[in-house]
C-alpha cells in the first residue's frame, strides 16, 4: 500500500474531478460552489445524474485516505480486525498523540507515556504494519498537523476518527470527521455513506490587521451559528478576503468548524497554499494543483452573487474584525475582546486566570508561534514575564525543532513558557493538574478548540475561555480576563506604564525551510503475514470485541428510562475523556464511564440515576450492569443537539454494550447519530420537541411497529405511567435502507463481517 501522497495519486483524483464536475454540472445546469466540486469529484458515478440537494439524501463516496488517531484507532483497528479483511484497501495512517499526558514538560512527558502506554503502542504498530498502515511514533505530532503537513492536498477527501479532522480543509481538501466504524467499513474497501451536507457560506473582504487574526474569524462564526448551526452543512469561504489568510490559519479555521457541528470547512486554492505546499516538499502537487485550478476554487458566478448557492450567508470584512474571546464552558459564546471585561463583572467571572495555553493542533503554527514570540520579546525587553504558568504546546516535531531552530521556543521561555509534549495534551482532558484542590473554580485562557466543562483538566470547575494564540500570550502578561492588551498597560521593571504593540506581521512559512523529523514513522511491513497481532486476554487496556447480538425481530416494550440529559450533553459527559482514555481499547473496562458527565433532568444530578430495581440513586453505569444482567433493555433521553464534540464511537458503543437500545432527544449532532446507528441502536428524534417534556422518571417506553421499520416512516411510541394511564407520541428518524439493515443485524459490523464470510 502506498501511504505518501503522490503526484501520481493526485493526478488522477485530479483527472476524475475533471470528468465527474462536468458530468455533474450538466445535471444541475448552473455554476459550483468549490465543496459541490470535491464532492462530485468523489461520487459513485450513479449519483452524477440527480439534483442531490434536499433533506434526505444520501450518497456513497470514494476519499482519498483515512487518518487514524491513537485513541478511536485502537477500536477502528479492532473493528477491522472483527471484519476478517487481510489489508487495508486505501491510504491509512495512525498518529500518537492523544495518550501523552502533560504533566512537567514535553521530553519526560512523552518517555513517560511510551512506558505508560507501551502496550497500546504495541498493539497499534503491530497492527499498522500487518494491514498496511503508516504509524507515526509518540512525539512526532498530532494528527491534523501531521496530515496537514505531510498528506493533505487541495481537492482531496478524507475521513478521520476525530472531529477536528476538517483541519485538512485550510490546504483545500474534504476532511471530515467520522466514528470508527465509517474509518473500518471504508479501510475494507467500501465505499463511505453520507448525508449530502446543505452549503453554508462565509464572504470574506478586506485584510486583517493589528491585533486580529484568523482565529478570529472563526471565534466569530461560531458565535454566529451556535454550536449546532453547522450541522449536516459545509462552510465554505470565499471572496477576496481569503488571500490574506496563510494556509496555516485557514486550517485553524476549518479545525474549529467541528465547534458548530458543521460536516467540514474548506477555502479555495490560492497562492498562500501553494507557498504551504512548496515549503513542506511537495512542489510537484502544487504545479498540479495549478494546473487544475479551476476545479479548486467555486465558479465565478458563486462569488458574483452567493446567495443563489448557498442555504446561508456570512459576511465578514476583515478590516474590522476585532479580536474575539469566546467561553466559557461552550465555543459559541462570544464578544470582541473590548466587551470581556464587562463580560466578567456582570457574570462574575472569576477575573484571575490560573493558566495559559497556546498551540495544539489548531495554533501552533510557524506563524502563530512567530506571532506569539514577538510579543514575548516585547515583554522581555521591558523586564516582563508571564503573571501566571504558561504552557506551549506544538503541534508537530516538525514545528517544535523549526521553532527551537528559529528562536521562537527561547523568546517564549524567557517570559517563563513551559513547552509540553507535541500532542493533544490539556486540549483534550491529558493535563495534570495536582494544584487544583477539589471543586475548586478557576479560569483559564487557551488557543485550543473545545471548552466544554471538564473537557482540558477533568474538572468542571474550570472556566476555559478560548482565544487567539496573540491574545492569549498577552493575558499571560496580564494575568486577568479584564485585561485588554490593546487599551490596557503593563507595568515594566522600573515601573513604568507601557502597552505592548499589535503583533507584527509573521512569515507563513520559515524562511530557511521547516526541518525534517527524523525517526518518527514507521511504513507497514512489506511482510505482513509474518507480523502477529496479539491481545492478552487479561489485558487491563485491550479487549477482542465480540458482535452485538442482532435485533430479535419484536418490538421493544417497556424499557426503562435510564436518564433524561438535560441541557448540554456531548460526547464528553456521555463518554469522558481524561483518565478513561487509557480503556478506549477495553470496551467492558471503559463501560463504567458511561453518562458520567450528564445532567438528569429528574434529579439534577451528573452522572446519577435511579435504580428502577433497587430504587436507589446510583451511577449510570452501575445500573446499566444490573439491567444488562436481568436482561432489563434501557432507553436515553437527550436534550438538543445530544452527542456534540468529539467523533469518539465510544459514546455510542458504551450504552449499547450495557444493554441499550435506543437514543431519543430533541435534536443530534451529526457524528454521533451516525455512531448511534452504525452500532445498531435506535437513533430517535420526538416529532414535537415538547414531548421531552412528557417523560417522567418512572416510565415505561414502548416502541412499536418495528416490523415495518422504513425510510421516513415514523416510529409509534406509548409511554406507560405508573398509575396505569399512557400516552402516545410520534418518533421520527433519519434511517435510510442500509442503516436500517444495520439496525436488524445487530450493527454496520455484523453487515460486513456477514458480507464477508458469504
Not at 507515526?136 to 477536528?164: C, R
Request: glycine share 8%; with cysteine; net charge negative.
Amino acid at each position: 500500500m502506498q501511504i505518501e501522497t503522490t503526484p501520481e495519486l493526485v493526478r488522477s483524483v485530479y483527472t476524475k474531478l475533471e470528468k465527474n464536475i462536468t458530468n455533474y454540472r450538466k445535471t444541475v445546469n448552473r455554476a459550483l460552489t468549490l465543496s459541490e466540486k470535491i464532492l462530485a469529484g468523489h461520487l459513485d458515478e450513479e449519483y452524477l445524474e440527480k439534483i442531490l440537494d434536499g433533506d434526505t439524501n444520501y450518497v456513497f463516496l470514494q476519499p482519498d485516505r483515512v487518518a487514524l488517531q491513537d485513541v478511536t484507532g485502537q477500536m477502528v483497528m479492532l473493528q477491522f480486525m472483527q471484519s476478517g479483511m487481510k489489508s487495508i484497501a486505501l491510504p491509512t495512517t495512525v498518529h500518537c498523540d492523544h495518550l501523552i499526558q502533560a504533566r512537567t514538560e514535553g521530553k519526560s512527558d512523552t518517555k513517560l507515556a511510551i512506558y505508560e502506554n507501551n502496550e497500546v503502542y504495541n498493539f497499534l504498530e503491530s497492527a499498522a504494519s500487518k494491514y498496511g498502515a503508516g504509524f507515526w511514533k509518540p512525539g512526532a505530532g498530532i494528527i491534523h498537523q501531521v496530515v496537514l503537513e505531510n498528506y493533505a492536498f487541495p481537492g482531496g477527501l478524507m475521513i478521520g476518527t476525530d472531529s477536528h479532522t476538517p483541519n485538512a480543509g485550510g490546504l483545500g481538501m474534504l476532511a471530515v470527521g467520522v466514528g470508527g466504524v465509517d474509518a473500518a467499513e471504508t479501510m475494507a474497501g467500501l465505499h463511505w455513506e453520507l448525508l449530502y451536507p446543505k452549503r453554508i457560506g462565509v464572504y470574506l473582504t478586506g485584510k486583517m490587521n493589528g491585533w486580529t487574526s484568523a482565529k478570529d474569524i472563526i471565534l466569530y462564526v461560531a458565535g454566529e451559528l451556535s454550536v449546532s448551526g453547522g450541522t449536516n452543512s459545509i462552510i465554505e469561504y470565499f471572496g477576496p478576503g481569503v488571500e490574506s489568510i496563510s494556509c496555516t490559519g485557514k486550517a485553524t479555521i476549518t479545525n474549529m468548524g467541528a465547534e458548530v457541528g458543521a460536516t467540514c470547512s474548506i477555502f479555495p486554492y490560492d497562492k498562500r497554499m501553494e507557498l504551504y505546499l512548496r515549503s513542506t516538499g511537495r512542489s510537484k502537487i502544487a504545479e498540479l494543483a495549478n494546473e487544475y485550478k479551476e476545479f479548486l476554487i467555486p465558479d465565478k458566478e458563486v462569488e458574483q452573487d452567493p446567495e443563489q448557492y448557498f442555504d446561508r450567508i456570512i459576511r465578514i470584512d476583515l478590516s474590522e474584525l476585532e479580536p474575539y474571546v469566546v467561553g466559557p464552558h461552550t465555543p459559541d459564546l462570544a464578544r470582541p475582546i473590548s466587551k470581556l471585561a464587562d463580560d466578567v463583572k456582570s457574570n462574575n467571572y472569576l477575573d484571575e486566570i490560573s493558566v495559559a495555553l497556546i498551540g495544539s493542533c489548531t495554533n501552533s503554527s510557524y506563524e502563530d508561534m512567530s506571532r506569539a514570540s514577538g510579543l514575548a520579546e516585547q515583554a522581555k525587553s521591558k523586564g516582563v514575564k508571564a503573571k501566571i504558568p504558561f504552557l506551549v504546546t506544538p503541534g508537530s516535531e516538525q514545528i517544535r525543532s523549526t521553532i527551537e531552530r528559529d528562536g521562537q521556543i527561547d523568546s517564549l521561555k524567557s517570559i517563563g513558557a513551559t513547552v509540553l509534549a507535541n500532542a493533544c495534551g490539556p486540549c483534550i482532558g491529558q493535563w495534570h493538574r495536582p494544584e487544583l484542590k477539589q471543586g475548586q473554580q478557576n479560569t483559564i485562557v487557551t488557543s485550543f478548540n473545545r471548552n466544554f466543562p471538564g473537557r482540558n483538566d477533568g474538572k468542571r470547575e474550570t472556566m476555559n475561555f478560548i482565544a487567539s494564540p496573540e491574545i492569549v500570550t498577552a493575558f499571560a502578561l496580564g494575568g486577568s480576563l479584564s485585561f485588554n492588551p490593546i487599551e490596557d498597560h503593563l507595568v515594566s521593571d522600573d515601573g513604568i506604564e507601557f502597552k505592548l504593540e499589535p503583533p507584527k506581521i509573521a512569515p507563513d512559512v520559515p524562511e530557511n525551510g521547516f526541518l525534517i523529523s527524523n525517526d518518527v514513522y514507521i511504513a507497514p511491513s512489506e511482510s505482513p503475514d509474518s507480523i502477529k497481532v496479539v491481545i492478552d486476554p487479561n489485558s487491563e487496556r485491550l479487549q477482542k470485541l465480540e458482535p452485538f447480538e442482532e435485533w430479535n425481530g419484536q418490538d421493544f416494550e417497556n424499557l426503562t428510562v435510564m436518564i433524561k440529559a438535560k441541557g448540554k450533553c456531548t460526547t464528553d459527559h456521555i463518554s469522558p475523556a481524561g483518565p478513561w482514555l487509557r480503556l478506549r481499547g477495553h470496551l467492558d473496562k471503559l463501560s463504567d464511564n458511561l453518562l458520567l458527565g450528564a445532567v438528569n433532568a429528574f434529579n439534577n444530578e451528573i452522572g446519577n440515576a435511579k435504580n428502577r430495581i433497587s430504587k436507589n440513586i446510583e451511577n449510570c453505569a452501575q445500573i446499566a450492569r444490573q439491567y444488562k444482567k436481568d436482561n432489563l433493555p434501557w432507553v436515553i433521553i437527550g436534550d438538543n443537539n445530544y452527542g456534540e464534540g468529539s467523533s469518539r464511537e465510544h459514546a455510542a458503543m458504551t450504552p449499547r454494550f450495557l444493554g441499550c437500545v435506543a437514543v431519543i432527544t430533541k435534536s443530534f449532532a451529526r457524528i454521533h447519530e451516525t455512531n448511534l446507528k452504525k452500532q445498531g441502536l435506535l437513533a430517535l428524534t420526538f416529532a414535537n420537541p415538547m414531548d421531552y417534556e412528557k417523560i417522567l422518571e418512572d416510565d415505561k417506553i414502548s416502541l412499536k411497529g418495528l416490523s415495518n421499520f422504513s425510510e421516513k416512516k415514523p416510529i409509534q411510541c406509548i409511554i406507560e405511567r405508573m398509575d396505569g394511564s399512557s400516552e402516545h407520541i410520534i418518533l421520527n428518524h433519519s434511517y435510510n435502507k442500509s442503516q436500517i439493515e444495520w439496525f436488524k443485524a445487530g450493527s454496520a459490523m455484523n453487515v460486513l463481517s456477514n458480507k464477508k464470510h458469504n
